[in-house]
């Protein structure tokens, strides 16, 4: 099913084109005005511009060409030349019936023979995943589920920081504390044992430890940064010790991301590409393109008509220790290798920009990038309520854990203040709290535009009124159980017929579907599949409030109406669905 949009902007092109007009000038977009029309369309005041004739005379024309398409009920001239336009109930309809028979027609193949590689989370092995990470996770797993419905071959990677200081500065921690341990000693001593020396919970209080010991002691950082040198050379001890450190965070950030209902592909890290970065660099030497810089070896990134300075890209320090942006580069060779994407998308804190232009600079310029767009997806932070970065009322960062907690407790407050799933039994009742929580949370995340910064404000987020998850849950669960209940009064669901306004809308709204996700897919918008839904449950809301339907007598009117509540139900669905949030059975 191709969109309603596109389908309105062919004729309108059509008709300029059969005028010997350009066909550009044909665009059509949802009124301004809702109350006068449902479509405008204003290429004759630009036409008329161009052709530098009146454009009063231009939209005539097409006004009389479009009427001609049997298309439209109603095709009239507004002010110096808009013209305005609304489409017959009866073509409404038949689109409304196909999306019903078919709802996932409603999803364009855009991505058809296309690749694309989204890496997101990024969680750093042995630091708690603070809210920046929740956010990366959200936005991406949204991105993921948005780009794989829309027919694009999708491989997601969580590209855990794994190779940087902090594991030196756990290296060394570690050794301070418990020096006898095998790993320690100058030998090779392979086999190691094959337990971890270090649990999750160490890991948690030995960073902090060990970071703050590097703030605040010169001699400290200096003992880490060797270690990281060491490690990334290779030392046996290091290495068998930093697998530790690393299957032991992998555990714990999976359970993490899995009790937020995200999922990635692959469990990679920057040192997965550690192997490639010495024949990396060899080769970015020899092309001339890697030079030294005060000890450094660096990829200059410059380009003339730059505004502001964008400093060279370091690939070694003076010690030979690789940086965040050389593990970044050398990870773009692999997946050139490994997958050859079209589309690569980083789904990273908004902060990060300059590193990504340098890494993408450098990638472009070595050619190491092959034909594949990359991308980097910002987002803005989150702040508390009072406009600080947010963080536990202890001062400390927020766990994914806690957070989830907290989003579950409010969300049962309010379910016992709305009177829902109250004489459910207590399993069910808690489960529901918990959907209703990650939803309020996420949808909070998601309909803010990503870029900008945002309040996380739990007590609003979770309220059943207004733009949150909870209330499209509400929605959904809603038109459930009207579907449930004509189910068991043996009622029939029958084509979605077009009577009143309320209807109309909301038959607009479900055909607006696949143009706002092919708009979320260009701008890589969560926020506007959030709009969409919302405007679709309220839509859906003043159709509820204005018609009988379960209670409809007239057989006929009661099963059209049905209908409609069915192809709702199944475009809010894949709405939520790509949105990651789940819908209660009833609530
Ligand atoms: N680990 C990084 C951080 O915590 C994010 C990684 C993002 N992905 C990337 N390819 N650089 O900031």
Same mark, same amino acid.
């Given at each position: ?122 969680p750093n092995v042995a630091k ?29 990677d969580v590209h855990l920081g794994d190779w940087g200081l902090p594991m030196g500065q756990l290296i060394t921690e570690l050794a301070l504390r418990q020096p006898d341990l095998p790993y320690f000693q100058d030998a090779d001593l392979s086999p190691y044992p094959a337990q971890s020396p270090v649990t999750m919970e160490d890991l948690e209080i030995l960073y902090p430890e060990a970071s703050?010991a590097c703030?605040?002691d010169?001699i400290r950082l200096e003992t880490a940064r060797q270690a990281t040198a060491e490690l990334q050379a290779g030392r046996p001890g290091y290495r068998v010790l930093w697998q530790h450190f690393f299957k032991v965070s992998e555990i714990g950030l999976q ?11 692959m469990w990679k890290g920057e040192a997965d590409a550690a192997p490639l970065i010495p024949p990396m660099v060899e080769n970015?030497k ?10 450094a070896l ?16 370091i690939l070694l320090k003076s010690d030979g220790a690789v940086l965040y942006g050389t593990t970044d580069l050398a990870t773009?060779v692999e997946?050139?290798t490994s ?71 409010? $969300? %049962?407050? #309010?379910? +016992?203040?709305? *009177? /829902?799933? @109250?004489?459910?039994? !207590? ?127 007239? $057989? %006929?009117? #009661?099963? +059209?109406?049905? *209908? /409609?509540? @069915?192809?709702?139900? !199944? ?17």
């Open positions: 099913m191709s969109s309603l949009l596109a389908e309105l902007c062919a004729s309108a092109s059509a008709a300029f084109a059969a005028e010997g007009l350009g066909p550009e000038f044909g665009i059509v977009q949802p009124s301004d005005r809702a109350d006068l029309a449902q479509f405008q369309c204003n290429g004759a005041l630009s036409a008329a511009k161009a052709a530098k004739t009146n454009p009063r005379a231009i939209a005539e024309k097409i006004a009389a060409r479009l009427s001609g398409t049997g298309l439209f009920s109603d095709v009239s001239i507004a002010g110096p030349g808009f013209i305005n336009l609304k489409l017959k109930d009866a073509f409404l309809q038949a689109r409304l019936q196909t999306l019903a028979d078919a709802p996932e027609s409603a999803l364009p193949k855009s991505g058809a023979g296309k690749r694309v590689l989204l890496d997101f989370g990024g708690p995943m603070h809210v920046g990470h929740l956010r990366s996770a959200i936005i991406g797993d949204c991105l993921q589920r948005l780009f794989a419905a829309l027919s694009w071959t999708k491989l997601s703050n703030k605040s010169p359970r993490e991301f899995a009790s937020l209902g995200v999922r990635f592909d970015l020899a092309a001339g393109l890697a030079v030294m810089s005060e000890g660096v990829v200059p990134v410059a380009e003339d008509g730059d505004t502001k300075e964008i400093p060279p890209l773009i997946r050139e997958f050859d994407p079209d589309l690569v998308l980083y789904v990273v804190d908004q902060r990060q920009h300059g590193h990504f232009e340098q890494v993408f600079r450098a990638a472009k310029k070595s050619g190491l990038s092959g034909d594949a767009l990359l991308e980097h997806v910002g987002y803005g932070t989150v702040n508390g309520t009072d406009g600080k970065p947010f963080k536990t009322r202890a001062g400390g960062v927020m766990k994914l854990f806690d957070l989830i907690a907290m989003a579950t407790e409010e $969300a %049962e407050k #309010r379910l +016992a203040e709305q *009177g /829902l799933a @109250a004489d459910y039994p !207590a399993e069910e009742r808690a489960a529901i709290a918990r959907m209703v929580g990650v939803a309020a949370i996420k949808f909070a995340d998601l309909s803010n535009n990503r870029v900008s910064g945002y309040v996380f404000d739990l007590e609003r987020f979770t309220r059943f009124e207004g733009k949150t998850g909870p209330y499209l849950q509400y929605a959904a669960v809603r038109i459930k159980s009207i579907l449930r209940r004509a189910r068991e009064e043996g009622h029939s669901l029958g084509a979605p017929v077009i009577r009143s306004e309320e209807e109309r809308r909301l038959a607009l709204q479900l055909l607006a579907w696949p143009e706002t996700l092919l708009a979320a897919e260009e701008k890589r918008a969560p926020h506007y599949i959030c709009d969409y839904v919302f405007t679709l449950a309220q839509s859906f809301s003043r159709f509820y409030a204005e018609h009988h339907i379960l209670s409809e007598s007239d $057989a %006929e009117l #009661r099963s +059209a109406r049905l *209908g /409609l509540c @069915a192809v709702t139900l !199944a475009v809010l669905e894949q709405g939520l669905s790509l949105l990651g949030i789940e819908i209660p059975e009833r609530m």
